[in-house]
């Protein structure tokens, strides 16, 4: 089965601090996404990689950056945590070709006071 | 505009009756997917169906099916007979190709809760 893997399911962080949120796959995708989920409001991405070092930016970019210094590795960066970004934060991946489903991590709910 | 049309926030449904979750897309792509997820209260996304754009019959999971209507896009998730462990938040999304970089654009509906009552 294909798993992935986000490193905390709870956090709380004060405003200015820096917040790394970790995602890791073991299925070899190449695609790997970052989503931020808001009631009523769905699933909206942040940001994309398709390949090791290569992103894209998604709908909401604002505020974050990425990193994907390895295959399996997908990290969203929060430079200067604010309150607006308290939020459930939603990792998946997949193969790059494939007609198929992204697959999801289990989500972090990040606040920040 | 958006993209992914989800219009009833929530539902409720007798258990062991059926019930209709409305999904409307817009694109003007003729390659796209349409799938549905399911999220409990723990978080997780669970991915239930998929129906191909051109794919030529309904798809159908066990108790879950999609009613395609390609001409009036919409996917709407049809759940029989439902059970306590169908409440949850429901998501309609479509998968349409991106442009560059190999990507694919998956975009989300805000999602219907649906509470199952006993």
């Known amino acids: 089965d294909v798993k992935v893997t986000q490193s905390s399911r709870y956090l709380v962080k004060r405003t200015g601090e820096k917040v790394f949120l970790e995602c890791v796959q073991d299925m070899d995708h190449e695609n790997m996404f970052w989503y931020r989920q808001d009631p009523g409001l769905g699933l909206r991405l942040i940001y994309f990689?398709?390949?090791?070092?290569?992103?894209e930016k998604g709908d909401i970019p604002e505020g974050y950056s990425v990193s994907r210094e390895k295959k399996e590795r997908f990290s969203l960066i929060l430079e200067s945590a604010s309150t607006n970004q308290t939020s459930m934060y939603l990792c998946?991946?997949?193969?790059?070709?494939?007609?198929?489903?992204?697959?999801f991590g289990e989500g972090s709910r990040l606040t920040v006071l | 505009a958006q993209k992914i049309t989800q219009t009833q926030p929530g539902m409720f449904v007798q258990e062991k009756e059926a019930v209709t979750l409305d999904c409307t897309y817009d694109?003007?792509?003729?390659?796209?997917?349409l799938f549905w997820y399911k999220q409990p209260s723990s978080g997780e996304m669970i991915f239930l169906i998929y129906?191909?754009?051109?794919?030529?019959q309904n798809a159908t999971e066990g108790r879950y099916s999609l009613n395609f209507q390609k001409a009036r896009k919409s996917a709407n998730l049809v759940i029989s007979a439902s059970q306590l462990g169908d409440s949850a938040m429901y998501f309609c999304a479509m998968r349409e190709p991106r442009t560059v970089n190999y990507g694919q654009n998956f975009v989300f509906g805000p999602g219907t809760r649906l509470s199952v009552l006993p």
């Open positions: 998946a991946s997949r193969p790059r070709v494939n007609t198929g489903e992204l697959f």
């Open positions: 129906q191909g754009s051109y794919d030529q």
């Open positions: 694109t003007s792509d003729p390659s796209y997917g």
């Open positions: 990689s398709y390949d090791v070092k290569m992103k």
